[in-house]
């Protein structure tokens, strides 16, 4: 199968795991300088950030529009998100202060993000290899790729 004719579930599945592998780099560094643990965790918030930003802006809204019951689903996603987005918040500004210990915080993050990706990868991106437009499936394998990728 060709990087363009990928279903969505397994593009979408596979940006979670490079994900998970990038949160893993940065827990497996507090000995490291700050401006090191930094930016590895800024890497890692950029890309869950656009990761979020694709789903809210792309796919949310069809996933809704394609069934109403999918209202309920969707709204705990966004509230997901917003937990997500505040923990990340917390983690930057610890690693601002050069605070070293984010260990609270990064299992706070962990316990959220685990959850929340099951559910997706239960619920909502089955959905999407069956109703997403090829045109939309597209576009935001285009916006989830990563940087440099070619």
């Known amino acids: 199968m060709s990087h363009a004719e ?7 599945g596979g940006d979670h795991r ?11 560094t507090p000995s490291q300088p700050p401006g090191r643990r930094r930016e590895l965790f800024e890497r890692f918030a950029t890309d869950l ?6 789903e809210e802006s792309l796919l949310f809204p069809v996933f809704r529009e394609g ?10 996603m966004l ?7 505040g923990t990340l918040g917390r983690i930057q ?3 601002n202060e050069s605070s070293p210990a984010t260990d609270d915080l990064d299992l706070e993050l962990v316990n959220v993000l685990w959850a929340h990706n099951a559910r997706e990868e239960q619920q909502v991106y089955p959905w999407f ?6 045109e939309l499936a597209e576009r935001m394998r285009r916006e989830l790729r ?4 070619p």
Do not use: C, N, T, Y
């Open 6 to 12: 990928e279903v969505p579930s397994r593009v979408l």
């Open 18 to 28: 490079d994900l998970d592998r990038w949160f893993e780099e940065f827990q497996a």
């Open 49 to 54: 950030r656009r990761h979020m930003e694709v």
């Open 67 to 76: 069934d109403p019951s999918h209202q309920v689903v969707v709204e705990r």
């Open 79 to 85: 509230e997901e998100h917003r937990r997500i987005e």
């Open 93 to 95: 500004q610890r690693l």
């Open 129 to 134: 290899d069956l109703h997403l437009s090829v």
């Open 146 to 149: 990563h940087a440099g990728d």
